[in-house]
């Protein structure tokens, strides 16, 4: 078992290397290019090339991308071209207000889409059944931006309980992040909801489980013990696998709210053309993809010994 979780282990390092490789070619194979972002649309091909000597562009290039990921590792990121200031702190900063974020829309997505998920396979073709599948449904289909309109519309101009931004312009605040989080459960939670209606219906007709109420088990501890962990598997694999979503894919909230956070930093950064930020972004977005995957890897473990790391 150990030999296979070191195997994995590895074969994620070693995908996490390709695609710091194949990120590095994108943003730096145009040594030029890259010089002209530095310095300006207004600098002269002279004092780029300069700019090239002085930095070490002029090295081979797998020795710059040796040098390149080297500096990543050890946290010498750049500095902003638009802020001058060190990437590093300063992203920090914007990805602990996304994890903050991130943190609460997935425990409460994953609260609710259980509960509900599970009473809905478990009564498949009720009447709670059909009313949780047809929530979840038209949840799902509002977009981020049509729910976060219509939220602030309610919260913020009618009843004018909520504030309309979350710019923590005098600290952070728990009553800036109500209507991100809001938003954001709101289009998750259905897709978890479905999911794990379908698979704890599917789990409630297998063999196993209707022998164990034939025996006489309590219904509620056949729903808990044995079909709830298999039940989870597939729910389990997509939730993880979002987080990565959760980090980067929160751009139409965050910049709708003015989130100060990491994927509205993202948005900002794209538009200027900040290429440090963008590059330890995108490194941060890819070390994160490439960790959700080992965890989904070891909570298939956890949820059924007959699964291994392959």
Do not use: C
């Amino acid at each position: 078992m150990l030999k296979l979780f070191l195997r994995r282990l590895l074969s994620i390092v070693l995908i996490g290397l390709v695609i710091s490789f194949v990120l590095f070619l994108i943003f730096e194979s145009d040594k030029l290019d890259v010089a002209g972002k530095v310095l300006g649309a207004y600098s002269t091909q002279e004092q780029r090339l300069i700019w090239l000597e002085r930095n070490g562009y002029n090295e081979p290039f797998l020795l710059r991308y040796a040098d390149w990921l080297g500096n990543f590792v050890v946290g010498d990121w750049g500095k902003s071209l638009q802020y001058d200031i060190p990437v590093r702190p300063y992203l920090l900063a914007q990805l602990k207000n996304t994890a903050i974020l991130g943190g609460l829309v997935f425990s409460l997505t994953l609260l609710f889409s259980l509960v509900l998920g599970v009473i809905s396979g478990v009564f498949e073709g009720r009447a709670i059944d059909r009313s949780v599948s047809i929530f979840a449904v038209l949840t799902t289909s509002v977009p981020e931006f049509a729910s976060a309109t219509l939220l602030a519309a309610v919260f913020v101009f009618w009843l004018g309980v909520l504030p309309g931004t979350s710019t923590f312009q005098n600290g952070f605040s728990w009553k800036e992040v109500v209507l991100p989080v809001a938003v954001l459960v709101i289009y998750n939670f259905g897709y978890y909801t479905r999911m794990t209606r379908a698979s704890m219906a599917e789990v409630m007709t297998s063999q196993y489980v209707r022998t164990a109420i034939l025996k006489g088990m309590r219904f509620r501890r056949v729903v808990l013990n044995h079909a709830l962990r298999n039940a989870l598997i597939a729910p389990f694999t997509v939730m993880v696998l979002q987080l990565n979503y959760l980090l980067s894919g929160v751009i139409v909230v965050e910049v709708f709210f003015a989130y100060k956070g990491f994927g509205k930093m993202l948005y900002d950064a794209a538009l200027f053309g900040d290429l440090y930020i963008l590059e330890a972004a995108t490194m941060i977005s890819v070390a994160i993809a490439v960790f959700s995957q080992f965890v989904s890897d070891v909570g298939y473990a956890l949820l059924n010994p007959r699964i291994r790391f392959g």
